[in-house]
């Protein structure tokens, strides 16, 4: 391997990330389309998603211990698996996504309560600003208050504040729990999402079930859906290891570009100038919050581990859905 491709890969393994997430409500529809609600087919890759995790890392599984902060992650995980999947299966998918990407806002509540984190003067300037890009893509005369116009789009909200929960949690389970293996609270995510999805499927009004024709084609999207998902994460967490922090979150955002194109070729969903406005004040207060949480240049040697006092630049997120 080359030194400059040496270099790229790390970068090269986030936006593959970033685009299989930019995709992957394509599939979801499909499978809607074929009889699989949202719910149903959220549980069920998350499960196949869980699955593979655990038999390829399963020398891993002797670092996993009970804790209850594990049943938050895997609750958090939950809400932010059917938010997402949900919202884009039944709303237009760029809408539903700029919702989700509201996370600056919720994040930086979130580390004050939960991670006694000062909630500085900038944070609340970046939350505002991110809110203020949500309320230009809503607000519409006919409709008055700029609130979300449909349950898919309250479904991306909920979603978006799930994941800012649910990275939260991860640095506070990374803080509690150190000797446990990355890849494990991989595993915690994916079946957190599969148990909370298959708990709201109860609640679903159930479409008519796939044909005996078609399960050999659900089965296999969805079994083939979950080892993507999961093998996509494991790689994604290679490049976050090996990029600062606040250049993988705006490495992150071409996530947002595959999904805007994705959703024009595959569904003829255009955003509109309202949408292109306000997802531009999300985009920004994203880029924002990465570069305010840069490392700094310091001249004393790096401490070995992240403890309790570790500054907002050293903490990496993770994203595993669906």
Do not use: K
């Given at each position: 391997?080359?030194?400059?491709?040496?270099?790229?890969?790390?970068?090269?393994?986030?936006?593959?990330?970033?685009?299989v997430w930019g995709l992957v409500w394509y599939p979801m529809r499909m499978l809607a389309a074929m009889g699989l609600s949202g719910t149903a087919a959220s549980a069920t890759t998350s499960a196949a998603a869980c699955v593979f995790v655990l038999l390829a890392k399963r020398r891993s599984i002797s670092t996993l211990s009970w804790h209850w902060l594990l049943v938050a992650l895997g609750v958090a995980a939950g809400v932010t698996n059917i938010g997402f999947v949900w919202g884009a299966i039944h709303g237009q998918v760029m809408r539903v996504l700029l919702l989700f990407y509201l996370t600056p806002a919720w994040t930086a509540v979130f580390a004050h309560f939960i991670l006694q984190e000062r909630l500085t003067r900038a944070d609340a300037a970046l939350s505002l600003l991110s809110l203020a890009g949500a309320v230009t893509m809503l607000w519409s005369p006919e409709l008055g208050m700029p609130l979300p116009a449909n349950l898919a789009e309250w479904a991306g909200l909920m979603g978006g504040m799930g994941f800012a929960m649910s990275n939260v949690l991860i640095v506070k389970v990374t803080r509690t729990l150190p000797a446990m293996k990355p890849e494990?609270?991989?595993?915690?995510?994916?079946?957190?999402?599969?148990?909370?999805?298959?708990?709201?499927?109860?609640?679903?009004?159930?479409?008519?079930?796939?044909t005996a024709a078609l399960l050999p084609t659900v089965a296999l999207i969805?079994?083939?859906?979950?080892?993507?998902?999961?093998?996509?994460?494991?790689?994604v967490q290679l490049g976050l290891a090996r990029v600062p922090a606040n250049r993988a979150s705006i490495i992150m955002l071409f996530e947002l570009v595959v999904t805007a194109l994705s959703?024009?070729?595959?569904?003829?969903?255009?955003?509109?100038?309202?949408?292109?406005?306000?997802?531009?004040?999300?985009?920004?207060?994203c880029v924002l919050s990465a570069?305010?949480?840069r490392p700094r240049a310091s001249r004393s040697p790096p401490a070995p581990d992240i403890g309790e006092d570790a500054p907002q630049s050293q903490k990496k997120s993770t994203r595993a859905m669906v």
């Open positions: 391997m080359t030194r400059s491709l040496r270099n790229a890969w790390p970068t090269l393994a986030i936006m593959l990330g970033a685009s494990m609270r991989t595993a915690v995510i994916f079946g957190g999402a599969a148990f909370i999805a298959s708990i709201v499927t109860l609640f679903e009004p159930m479409p008519a079930p796939p969805v079994i083939g859906l979950g080892v993507v998902l999961a093998g996509n994460n494991m790689i959703a024009w070729l595959f569904a003829g969903e255009a955003p509109g100038p309202r949408e292109w406005a306000g997802g531009a004040c999300i985009v920004v207060a570069w305010l949480h």
